[in-house]
């Protein structure tokens, strides 16, 4: 069966950097794009990033455009993404989700929650 | 971007009754290969989301019957002819047409 396990989460500083990862087993990893999503505290989803199933294109949100980077390791069925100036208002759990057929993020890690504070 | 937005945003239901959730988006969600891709979520409380219809309509793999997509062009409905408890959570709409994706507010079921 399909299985996203994200990690990598925790509590960081303002300003500083931290590397998600998001492990992938039970399908074809270099077939499928991925994508990151987000959901501060209480609040609603916010798609961030997608990555194609080769790591020819990606997309960001206008919010983490610039301070995000989303990359993949295909040989070890592995999506990253890689935050650098962190700030408050990332605070959040950090989703993967899988780009199925017809556009759909068919399945979805448990998150890894971070926390951006001082 | 494309704004999607959920009403209501709040929905006590009885158990047993039908519940239906509207998502309507700023601009036509027909993609240029003449598919829209407006998908539903569901999140229970402290899960992650899970897929319910792509497509409009398309039901997911083991999703209960009782969960219908519906609409087209900017207006779509989610309907769940018969509410369990089990369907409590919040329902997300996503479009997925064009990028950036972006998802609606969110609906919250409750049970009355």
């Known amino acids: 069966q399909v299985q996203l396990v994200e990690s990598g989460g925790g509590v960081v500083q303002p300003g500083r950097s931290l590397r998600l990862s998001c492990a992938a087993s039970?399908?074809?990893?270099?077939?499928?794009?991925m994508h990151w999503v987000r959901q501060a505290p209480g609040k609603g989803l916010e798609w961030l990033s997608v990555i194609w199933y080769d790591g020819s294109n990606k997309y960001y949100a206008d919010s983490v455009k610039g301070r995000f980077t989303i990359s993949r390791d295909n040989s070890k069925n592995t999506l990253y993404l890689q935050m650098d100036s962190l700030r408050a208002e990332d605070t959040a759990v950090y989703y993967c989700?899988?780009?199925?057929?017809?556009?759909?993020?068919?399945?979805w890690g448990q998150g890894t929650l971070v926390t951006v504070s001082s | 971007d494309i704004v999607m937005t959920q009403t209501p945003l709040s929905s006590p239901v009885t158990l047993g009754q039908p519940a239906s959730i509207s998502c309507r988006s700023s601009q036509s969600l027909v993609h240029s290969d003449g598919n829209t891709y407006l998908s539903w979520l569901q999140q229970r409380p402290g899960q992650p989301p899970r897929l319910l219809i792509y497509k409009i309509s398309d039901r997911f793999s083991g999703v209960p019957d009782r969960f219908s997509g519906s609409g087209a062009g900017t207006d779509f409905t989610l309907k769940i002819s018969r509410v369990e408890a089990e369907d409590v959570g919040v329902y997300y709409c996503i479009q997925t047409t064009q990028f950036p994706h972006t998802f609606g507010q969110g609906t919250k079921l409750e049970i009355k």
């Open positions: 989700a899988r780009w199925g057929n017809s556009k759909k993020l068919d399945y």
């Open positions: 039970g399908f074809t990893f270099s077939s499928n794009g």
